[in-house]
């Protein structure tokens, strides 16, 4: 496919000499008759007479016509201008469709660097909604602690760790929106909402020791 030649690429000699033969074609010339000299043919096409001269050369090698020093150029065959206008449709036809897969490729190339760039975004957004989303997860609170006899006022927990005691467990009961001043026993377990990253800094701040 890399000798096919775009239709863009086709010279002006090449489009003479198959307009020449699809004239043979509809008996517009007549076997064994003479076409005009080329200095003619160049003033109707209004090209130079060397691009005719290039345009018959074609079709004196598919033996369409032939050319006689002194007489001119004539009409040879019009089974060999016909097969020379259908090869010259076969090549438009394979030209056409490798526009057409050219075409696609750089589509598909295209659609392929959006469909990456799609999935990273994706990927990205859903990373960052799973470290967004809030979780509930229970801590207790050890022997140790260095939050032990202090209220969730004094610790400071919202602040620090971004995430919210939405009830404390002691003793078999659960208490519900905890006041600010409930001071915290060894056992009680917290129940925290945040991301994870907050529930991670939840963990580290109950783990901590007095003198940390």
Do not use: C
């Not at 496919?1 to 863009?8: C, F």
């Not at 026993?185 to 940390?212: C, F, M, P, S």
Request: aromatic fraction near 6%.
């Amino acid at each position: 496919m890399a000798n096919i030649k775009k239709l863009t690429d086709i010279s002006r000699y090449e489009q003479i000499a198959v307009d020449l033969a699809l004239r043979i074609m509809r008996d517009e010339y007549e076997i064994g008759e003479r076409i005009s000299g080329r200095s003619t043919l160049a003033g109707r096409y209004k090209v130079s007479p060397e691009t005719v001269r290039r345009a018959v050369a074609l079709l004196e090698d598919a033996e369409v016509v032939e050319t006689h020093p002194g007489v001119g150029i004539i009409i040879k065959s019009k089974r060999a201008a016909e097969d020379y206008f259908q090869a010259f449709q076969g090549e438009k036809a394979l030209a056409n469709l490798q526009e057409r897969l050219t075409d696609l490729m750089e589509e598909k190339q295209k659609l392929d660097h959006e469909v990456e760039q799609t999935v990273q975004q994706m990927v990205t957004y859903l990373w960052g909604m799973i470290n967004n989303l809030q979780y509930l997860e229970r801590f207790e609170i050890p022997a140790g602690s260095w939050m032990l006899g202090k209220d969730l006022a004094s610790t400071d927990l919202r602040s620090r760790t971004g995430a919210t005691v939405v009830s404390i467990e002691r003793d078999g009961e659960e208490i519900f929106s905890p006041s600010s001043e409930m001071k915290f026993r060894v056992g009680d377990r917290l129940a925290v909402v945040g991301t994870i990253a907050a529930k991670d800094k939840v963990k580290e701040l109950v783990a901590g020791k007095v003198g940390d």
